[in-house]
């Protein structure tokens, strides 16, 4: 091997470790709880998807800022997805939603307000209108 | 007019077609794009075709957004890309070997069965309003009251028809490589062999298996190894999507005789890994090692220098075959039922094997160039350097997003297919095909392009448009803009008007392609490659009067 493509292979493999630890550590943030750690969720939340609609539990989703909690999301029909949105559209984290499954992520907020759901998995032509407005109230 | 061999002439008839499937393609992108900077834009067009499209279907904006974004991929990929590998490669591959294409028969079958296959496909979104888009998620397109039985059953079946094309096309071209025609005779499993780089490996480990041929050292072109290696992928990437249509077609038939089948006895987790793992090699298998082959064809043949490293290349070519076999990860890094041990290994750190074979295969050719100076910039090498450029911008794009990590806020959104895959698709792999144009045309009619300003004309707008274009809805997919979502409330308004501006660079620039190449060819000869020439020479111009 020529000694260019040595240090160049060199180089791609410093790139390659400095991306790939970098985003494993807590740096990126949710890697902390996603990754490394595994928290017991103060609150634990069932959606349902069916038929284009996200239905969420009754007494609502009430977080509180710095406390783990767990979404679980399950499908009767079609794969559809999971996402919770800021009110500037900005996207805060998602998963998929896979019939026949339970697909659930742990969470941690760190700022307080309220927060959209939106599906974000194409599930048929009404897909679009699978959006909830002010679906979580994140308090201090 | 311009005297062609019978294979020039299928090669060029291939590009023609490929050419008007990257046009209807790109018209789609762009009335996609106009549905999202305003929902009712397209009102007056949709209600005329409507009155084409049969029964009393009164179809609203969103379904037929979905139907043209199942459409428009199958047309790009399937209809523009393909065609114009096949074009490419049925010329390439004999003039390389010196020894004609194995069944000369098969390749107007190849090409009529692709246009079929990709125009039935078309069809079912365009009449059927078939919308279950390319990814299929199990169960959607067996789910019959979102997605039209007749529109599901008709696309499996062009989707059928343009698999069992690509495995004719692959064995015609094994068939070739292989056939004993001259000494440079293989069998299948010697290629295959050779393929996987194992006496490579044996040699690396002090071993010669002197029995076996080794392709590499026999003298084969680099280029043909590529081909051959990247065959592989698109013979996996085919049967597995040939069994994913077979499935659902069952599934439709039995609906449409009354008995319909249960969506539940097939575990949608396992089908989405099975349907991603063939469908990924096309994305990350095929069009990598083609590409790779193309420069590794093209550069030297521009430069007029031998290819820097070409044994660390062979070796690439290699390396990533096995790498696309185990990326598929990648694509369910949103999953949270998958495991994570796959996502971590599959999902993220093998897909980190394309950033090192690709680094080392874009470096390979930049070092040529750069060790060739000082080189004649032809269209053809502004081309392969724009698409280079292509596969950097969007190979980079995709490592972001294919990262445990950083994939919860990118998954979906119009980050991937923006960025990323637009990127590897309009500007890496359109300017590489577009370079092999320029590089084609006059070795096979012995005729210049025309107008330079064309040329550069087709260069910039083309690069700016489709990186404009990329730029602005990747930005857009950062701030939470989703794919295969339609936003009838007209968000993302000023992205999207961007984008719209990059598709019209593009689309200048594409005509500035069309121009220089018809007005180069002569339209009488275009028109030759599809018509018998008597009906053309009936039409001649009277010679002159003395």
Known sequence: ?140 | MIQLGRTEKWTLRFAVVALLFLALSGFEGMLMRTQLYAPEALGGMESVLNTLRPGAADPTSTELYYSMLTAHPIVGVYGFIYMAVFGAFYFLVPYLLDKPIKYKKLVPVNFWLQIVGVMICWGAGFFGMFNALYTLYWPLPVTYDRVPLLGSITFMIGAAIIMVNILIFSYNLFSTVLSKSNPRSYNFFQFLRSAYGIPRLMKLFGKEDKNAPNLDYNGLPVFIVAVGRGSVDTVINAFVLLTAGALILVYGLFALFGSALNPDWVDALLYKNWYWWGLDMVADGNALIYTAGVWYLLIPLLTGRRLFGANVVKTVIMVDLLVSMAVWSHHLLGDTSQPMVMRLLSGQFITWGEFFTMGLTIFASMMTVWLARPVKMTPALKFALGSMFGFMMGGVAGLIQANLGLNMVFHNTQWVVALHAHTFLLTGVGMMLFSVLYALVPMLTKLEFRSKALINTHFWLWIVGSVGMAYAMGMAGSRGMLRRTFYEGGQFQGYTLVAIIGGVLISIGFLAFLVNLVGTLGLRNVLALFVPERWLAGRQPAPAQA
Do not use: C
């Open chain 1, 1 to 140: 091997m020529d000694s260019r493509e040595r240090n160049w292979l060199f180089f791609l493999i410093g790139v390659f470790l400095v991306f790939n630890v970098v985003t494993l550590t807590p740096v990126v943030p949710w890697q902390e709880w996603l990754f490394w750690t595994d928290p017991t969720p103060a609150h634990r939340f069932s959606i349902e998807y069916q038929d284009y609609e996200i239905r969420l539990p009754p007494e609502g989703i009430e977080v509180q800022v710095g406390e783990y909690v767990e979404f679980v999301a399950v499908s009767a029909d079609v794969t559809y997805g999971f996402g919770v949105f800021r009110p500037d559209s900005t996207m805060v984290f998602q998963m998929q939603v896979l019939p026949g499954r339970d697909n659930s992520i742990v969470w941690k907020f760190d700022t307080p307000g309220t927060y959209d759901v939106r599906s974000t998995e194409y599930s048929g032509p009404r897909h679009s209108e699978m959006y909830v407005q002010n679906a979580i109230h994140v308090t201090q």
